[in-house]
């Protein structure tokens, strides 16, 4: 069965850290590239990060840029993604998807998500 749980959400101050994980079962992630996105309260799902498996290219959103970095160990079958100097905007549910080969489009299976809520 395919699986991706992710991990490593909660409350954090702002100008904190946090690190997700997302854990792959079922399959390998080793031949799939794989995002992460995010989805406030009354807003619409957003793209986070994303690192293909072709060539390990990253892409950020420009929100997050400097901030966040997305890593990838495929011994472990994780995904990962290091959030640093977190800000209130940051917080949402954050989701890791796969996409449907080793480039960062057409997403397909996602995780449940991880709360990540950045507060005073």
């Known amino acids: 069965q395919v699986q991706l749980v992710e991990s490593g959400g909660g409350l954090v101050q702002p100008g904190g850290s946090l690190r997700l994980s997302c854990a792959a079962s079922?399959?390998?992630?080793?031949?799939?590239?794989i995002g992460w996105f995010r989805q406030a309260p009354g807003k619409e799902r957003e793209g986070v990060s994303c690192?293909?498996?072709?060539?390990?290219?990253?892409y950020y959103a420009d929100s997050v840029k400097g901030r966040f970095t997305i890593s990838r160990d495929n011994a472990k079958n994780t995904v990962y993604l290091q959030m640093n100097s977190l800000k209130p905007e940051d917080t949402a549910v954050y989701y890791c998807?796969?996409?449907?080969?080793?480039?960062?489009?057409?997403?397909?299976?996602w995780g449940q998500g991880t709360q990540v809520t950045v507060s005073s």
């Open positions: 690192i293909s498996s072709s060539d390990g290219s990253t």
């Open positions: 998807a796969t996409a449907l080969g080793s480039f960062c489009s057409d997403f397909g299976s």
């Open positions: 079922g399959f390998t992630l080793d031949y799939y590239a």
